[in-house]
T-cell receptor
Framework: GDSVTQMEGPVTLSEEAFLTINCTYTATGYPSLFWYVQYPGEGLQLLLKATKADDKGSNKGFEATYRKETTSFHLEKGSVQVSDSAVYFCALETSGSRLTFGEGTQLTVNP | DAGVIQSPRHEVTEMGQEVTLRCKPISGHDYLFWYRQTMMRGLELLIYFNNNVPIDDSGMPEDRFSAKMPNASFSTLKIQPSEPRDSAVYFC??????????????FGPGTRLTVL
């Protein structure tokens, strides 16, 4: 079945550091790929998405590129801020409307 | 728009009691999803509806769980009887349907359920 694997957390960085959170997937067909962010005490919010190979999703300085050859969708940001501290979830959607989530990666950014 | 509204935000109950969680999706959205989040199992899809009709309930853990959507603006998730292992955060999400299926899912703030 479909699955998403994220790099294990937690990840702790200093402000302005470069961020990479790895995400790889297994899916039949051609999934759409997503990154969601969950701030403390809140629900998940869509951060960015990509619907086909080589697409790049971007939002709020975050980027991720849909790499079909490596089945990956790594999240990157060039300079993180304290306000980026949250849990980040990689997810995929294939036909049938189901979102399959990764385990989530806790990010803490220190000033 | 107010976003997806869930109530209550917190629920503490005793084992064996009935629990009802409520969700109001974003107006105009025709897909509604119920998820459960725990440390052990992460985020799991329990059930989803399209135009108030349950489409896939394969994630519902057992017969103690039931979900209804009597109209386009309201859904409930009921647990009867509740057990301590049901303790989790339950999220409702909604999305707008497109020709290819549902679009981006918008999540509510969740209901934190504790069963003692």
């Amino acid at each position: 079945g479909d699955s998403v694997t994220q790099m294990e957390g937690p990840v702790t960085l200093s402000e302005e550091a470069f961020l990479t959170i790895n995400c790889t997937y297994t899916a039949t067909g051609y999934p759409s790929l997503f990154w969601y962010v969950q701030y403390p005490g809140e629900g998940l919010q869509l951060l960015l998405k990509a619907t086909k190979a080589d697409d790049k999703g971007s939002n709020k300085g975050f980027e991720a590129t849909y790499r079909k050859e490596t089945t990956s969708f790594h999240l990157e940001k060039g300079s993180v801020q304290v306000s980026d501290s949250a849990v980040y979830f990689c997810a995929l959607e294939t036909s049938g409307s189901r979102l399959t989530f990764g385990e989530g990666t806790q990010l803490t950014v220190n000033p | 728009d107010a976003g997806v509204i869930q109530s209550p935000r917190h629920e503490v109950t005793e084992m064996g009691q009935e629990v009802t969680l409520r969700c109001k999706p974003i107006s105009g959205h025709d897909y509604l999803f119920w998820y459960r989040q725990t440390m052990m199992r992460g985020l799991e899809l329990l059930i989803y509806f399209n135009n108030n009709v349950p489409i896939d309930d394969s994630g519902m853990p057992e017969d103690r769980f039931s979900a209804k959507m009597p109209n386009a603006s309201f859904s409930t998730l009921k647990i009867q009887p509740s057990e301590p292992r049901d303790s989790a955060v339950y999220f409702c999400a909604s999305s707008l349907g497109t020709s290819g299926g549902p679009d981006t899912q918008y999540f509510g703030p969740g209901t934190r359920l504790t069963v003692l």
